[in-house]
């Protein structure tokens, strides 16, 4: 590696962190392994260009090969989710999602989404975030039980009329009714917008319902499921403007101008072309039958992950999952997410600390953890696999501070994961 030579430092860090990525069980339900060809591109000497604007329309020149690029990231995000427009500039999630309201709403206006405490993003409304200190923020909380409570969000939709509602969630176990989110949209006037960041890779295996051609706009980020690079596209159908000199008007009409405007020049420079190139590597893997079943199987592990917890006495949020992630509840443990977390992280299994719905803890000492299987799924682990995960999470957790339980459970993590070697 020539990083060796030229950086000791840092590549000593890679390969660190490298070795506590094939030694650890990954857990984080945002985080995955992208493959070495995706890695590829994006390390790839794509990173010198600049190219501000769109395929065939920029305002540098040698943009002969990264047209070629962008071109077939389009296509293939198009494609894949059966859209007539993508957008692949985003740089990431948080950035795609703010283009969303640049494009949608004025500063000022009321926008709806899933609150954080509950499970929702920053960006969906969070009081010390651009969306709710630029607009209105109104954020809905999930029912008692931990599902979201569709009749409680279409009432406070028709008090509150925002200009736009967010579905989508960074700790929700539960599926997504699209359909009643875009009748409530509807029934107030309001843009639906469906950000799946989490579950784009189940969406495309068909194990979660879509919102193509519900939602009026849909953001997903790359590098969750979709197992690409760090960035994000937003999706949507209608018609390009184009040739409007001036910005069209605000309708569902001209989404994909209004989105293309918000992202280059209202919010961005040049794209990221190595990002670029990676997204359309995640997406041609993305389209092979083999996906299909990766998605399914992240579902399989994730259900049978919570059956081990549920023998193990651990509560779960909603009593379990439908996608790739469990929310457990640790109020009976006798233990807080934060201590959880640092004694899972002892024995090399990584998940996060977590609020859940009606805390009684404080958001930054919370009640619980956020696991997930889109990690180990992808290393190739299979139900009877998470057994043994959920087993060392229940006996890491029985015994926090003893050191030779944290010992031998270490031990046993890290001969476990040299059966499944993934890069
Ligand atoms: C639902 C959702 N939206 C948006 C984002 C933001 O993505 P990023 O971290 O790439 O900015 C996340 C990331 O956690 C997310 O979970």
């Known amino acids: 590696m020539f990083i060796e030579k030229a950086d000791a430092q840092i590549a000593e860090l890679i390969k660190r962190e490298k070795q506590r990525q094939m030694e650890g069980l990954e857990l984080i339900p945002s985080e995955n392994y992208a493959s070495p060809a995706v890695m590829e591109a994006m390390g790839s000497i ?17 943009n002969e090969f990264v047209d070629g690029v962008e071109d077939l990231a389009r296509d293939r995000a198009k494609k894949l989710f059966g859209v007539s427009h993508a957008n692949v500039q985003p740089y990431s999630g948080s950035p795609a999602n703010q283009a969303i309201y640049f494009a949608l709403v004025e500063p000022g206006d009321t926008v709806m989404g899933m609150h954080l405490l ?29 599902y979201l409570n569709y009749d409680a969000i279409a009432e ?25 989110f875009a009748k409530i949209a509807e029934s107030v006037g309001a843009y639906f917008a469906a950000d799946i960041s989490h579950v784009t890779g189940l969406i495309v295996a068909g194990v ?15 590098h969750k499921t979709l197992r690409g690079p760090r960035g994000a596209m937003i999706l949507c159908n209608g018609e390009p403007s184009e040739p409007l000199k001036k910005p069209p008007e605000k309708s569902k009409k001209y989404l994909p101008t209004l989105i293309d405007r918000a992202v280059f020049p209202g919010l961005q420079g040049g794209p990221h072309d190595h990002q670029t190139a990676a997204i359309a590597v995640a997406l041609k893997e993305a389209m ?23 023998d193990h006495d651990f509560t779960l949020v909603t009593g379990g999952t439908d996608n790739h992630l469990l929310l457990v509840d640790l109020n009976n443990k006798n233990l807080s997410g934060g201590e ?9 299994m990584y998940c996060n600390k977590n609020t859940i719905p009606f805390d009684p803890r404080k958001p930054f000492d ?28 229940a006996d890491t957790l029985a ?12 031990k046993e993590v890290k001969a476990f994961c040299q059966d499944f070697v993934i890069y």
């Open 288 to 310: 092979q039958p083999e996906f299909k079943v990766y998605g399914a199987q992240i579902v399989k592990n994730a259900k049978a992950l919570a059956h081990t917890l549920l």
């Open 208 to 222: 979660h319902a879509s919102p193509f051609g519900v939602a009026d706009v849909v953001m997903t980020t790359t």
């Open 46 to 62: 794509l990173t010198n260009k600049y190219s501000e604007g769109y395929p065939h329309k920029r305002y540098y020149g040698g």
């Open 156 to 180: 406070l939709a028709d008090q509150e009329k925002p200009r736009l509602i967010y579905c989508g969630a960074t700790a929700y176990p539960r599926e997504f009714d699209f359909k009643r």
């Open 340 to 348: 959880a977390e640092r004694a899972l992280e002892h024995v090399g």
């Open 366 to 393: 919370p009640s619980g953890i956020r696991i997930g299987t889109p990690a180990l799924t992808s290393r190739g682990m299979k139900e009877s696999d998470m057994e043994k995960v959920g087993m060392w999470m």
């Open 399 to 410: 015994h926090p501070a003893d050191a030779s339980v944290r010992e031998r459970v270490r």
């Open 118 to 146: 509950y499970g929702g993003h920053l960006t969906h409304g969070w009081k010390v975030n651009f969306s709710a200190r630029y607009y209105r923020a109104v954020q809905y909380p999930t029912g008692q039980d931990g």
